[in-house]
């Protein structure tokens, strides 16, 4: 059946490769992209899927509610789902206002005028660093949808209220609101200030390798279509008032991830630098899906081993795309951040 389905953030990683993915699997649906174009957005990102006439862009801001009431009142949407978010933890722990305006406040005028307008789903994209950490030496323990929240970073703690919140219209207004909590994802369109295109893209150009600490906090790695994947699957087979844990058992230290990819380049592990660690850095996630497995049918499908090396080939044959990003206002992040690291 013919959908309206808004993406909010569709210009960002994970956003864009949901966009690319619902063109293809449901062809017959308009995907209407709303994205403010900040820092972590590449609009070149999205020139395939502008040639679509399925797909229609928006320049705007989530915390804008007259725009986004706009929006609702010219798309009439069936299905919201809201990528749109600042999303990098250490950008929160310089600043951490805006975090709290875009991902909370941000997330109230999406589901306000969900309220007004009407949809039949909102679908909150969260993340497993709700949940806080696990120990390094307790490899029976994960997050289950039943852990309790118990969060470190602004960031985590705005994507916490966000849910949260989510939740909170499902039971006082029964908005028709779901929740999943992704663990970290890596594949194409990832901005180069996370740590796998951030690693690539320093190898690539010889440049050192900022490990925090020792390089030992571990990350559950999952393919982005997979994420993707599980976000239709919650949309098509889940429950409303519902959260699902989305994750793949792929549990890597850092310092693995970064010997993966110079290996995979043919650069010397020289290269690799350790610097002052993340403050209230989080060392271990680890989801357990079985929820998402048993009730949506839902299973990843790309293995760590293929999807690492797809997604190093990726930003090796795309780094107009990598400039784009990296010109600009990045040299001056990355300055900011790395410097005083390697200085501290
Ligand atoms: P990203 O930073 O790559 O993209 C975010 C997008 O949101 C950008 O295009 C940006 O321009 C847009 N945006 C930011 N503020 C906005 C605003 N006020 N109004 C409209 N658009 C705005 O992020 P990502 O990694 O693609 O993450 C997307 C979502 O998935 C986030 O909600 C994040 O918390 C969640 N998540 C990410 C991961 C991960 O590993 N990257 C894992 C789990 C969950
Ligand atoms: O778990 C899901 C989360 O994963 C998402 O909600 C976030 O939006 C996403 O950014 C990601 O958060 P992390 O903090 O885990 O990702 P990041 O890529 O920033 O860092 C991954 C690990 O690598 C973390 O332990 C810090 C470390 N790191 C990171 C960078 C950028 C380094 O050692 N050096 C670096 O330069």
Same mark, same amino acid.
């Given at each position: 059946?013919?959908?309206?389905?808004? +993406?909010?953030?569709?210009?960002?990683?994970?956003?864009?490769?949901?966009?690319?993915?619902?063109?293809?699997?449901?062809?017959?649906?308009?995907?209407?992209?709303?994205?403010?174009?900040?820092?972590?957005?590449?609009?070149?990102?999205?020139?395939?899927?502008?040639?679509?006439?399925?797909?229609?862009?928006?320049?705007?801001?989530?915390?804008?509610?007259?725009?986004?009431?706009?929006?609702?009142?010219?798309?009439?949407?069936?299905?919201?789902?809201?990528?749109?978010?600042?999303?990098?933890? !250490?950008?929160?722990?310089?600043?951490?206002?805006?975090?709290?305006?875009?991902?909370? %406040?941000?997330?109230?005028?999406?589901?306000?005028?969900? $309220?007004?307008?009407? +949809?039949? #789903?909102?679908?909150?994209?969260?993340?497993?660093? +709700?949940?806080?950490?696990?120990?390094? !030496?307790?490899?029976?323990?994960?997050?289950?949808?039943?852990?309790?929240?118990?969060?470190?970073?602004?960031?985590?703690?705005?994507?916490?209220?966000?849910? %949260?919140?989510?939740?909170?219209?499902?039971?006082?207004?029964? %908005?028709? *609101?779901? *929740?999943? #909590?992704?663990?970290?994802?890596?594949?194409?369109?990832?901005?180069?200030?996370?740590?796998?295109?951030?690693?690539?893209?320093?190898?690539?150009?010889?440049?050192?390798?900022?490990?925090?600490?020792?390089?030992?906090?571990?990350?559950?790695?999952?393919?982005?279509?997979?994420?993707?994947?599980?976000?239709?699957?919650?949309?098509? #087979?889940?429950?409303?008032?519902?959260?699902?844990?989305?994750?793949?058992?792929?549990?890597?230290?850092?310092?693995?991830?970064?010997?993966?990819?110079?290996?995979?380049?043919?650069?010397?592990?020289?290269?690799?630098?350790?610097?002052?660690? $993340?403050?209230?850095?989080? %060392?271990?996630?680890?989801?357990?899906?079985?929820?998402?497995?048993?009730?949506?049918?839902?299973?990843?499908?790309?293995?760590?081993?293929?999807?690492?090396?797809?997604?190093? $080939?990726?930003?090796?044959?795309?780094?107009?795309?990598?400039?784009?990003?990296?010109?600009?206002?990045?040299?001056?992040?990355?300055?900011?951040?790395?410097?005083? $690291?390697?200085?501290?």
């Amino acid at each position: 059946m013919k959908k309206t389905v808004i +993406v909010t953030g569709g210009a960002g990683f994970i956003g864009s490769n949901f966009i690319y993915l619902l063109l293809e699997e449901r062809p017959e649906w308009k995907i209407i992209c709303i994205d403010a174009l900040t820092y972590a957005a590449n609009i070149h990102t999205l020139n395939k899927a502008i040639e679509n006439p399925n797909f229609k862009f928006y320049k705007e801001d989530i915390r804008n509610r007259d725009g986004i009431f706009k929006i609702f009142e010219i798309e009439k949407p069936d299905i919201v789902v809201n990528f749109a978010a600042e999303s990098h933890v !250490d950008r929160s722990i310089e600043n951490p206002g805006i975090f709290l305006e875009t991902n909370i %406040l941000g997330t109230q005028v999406m589901m306000d005028a969900c $309220r007004k307008y009407g +949809v039949e #789903r909102f679908h909150q994209v969260g993340t497993d660093e +709700v949940y806080g950490d696990l120990p390094l !030496d307790r490899p029976d323990l994960f997050f289950t949808e039943e852990t309790p929240i118990h969060t470190s970073s602004p960031y985590s703690t705005s994507k916490a209220s966000a849910d %949260l919140l989510a939740l909170a219209y499902y039971r006082t207004y029964g %908005l028709p *609101v779901t *929740v999943s #909590r992704c663990s970290n994802n890596y594949g194409p369109y990832q901005f180069p200030e996370k740590l796998i295109p951030l690693m690539i893209n320093n190898a690539i150009k010889d440049k050192t390798l900022p490990v925090y600490g020792q390089g030992l906090n571990v990350r559950d790695w999952l393919y982005v279509k997979d994420h993707c994947l599980g976000i239709l699957a919650v949309l098509e #087979r889940g429950k409303t008032g519902e959260v699902y844990n989305l994750g793949g058992h792929n549990e890597k230290a850092n310092i693995e991830i970064v010997k993966i990819i110079l290996k995979e380049l043919g650069k010397p592990e020289s290269l690799i630098s350790y610097v002052a660690d $993340r403050k209230g850095h989080d %060392l271990r996630y680890a989801i357990d899906p079985a929820k998402a497995e048993m009730e949506l049918g839902w299973h990843p499908t790309t293995m760590f081993t293929d999807g690492i090396k797809q997604t190093i $080939r990726w930003y090796q044959n795309n780094m107009v795309w990598m400039e784009e990003c990296t010109s600009g206002d990045y040299v001056n992040y990355y300055e900011r951040m790395y410097e005083r $690291r390697i200085n501290q």
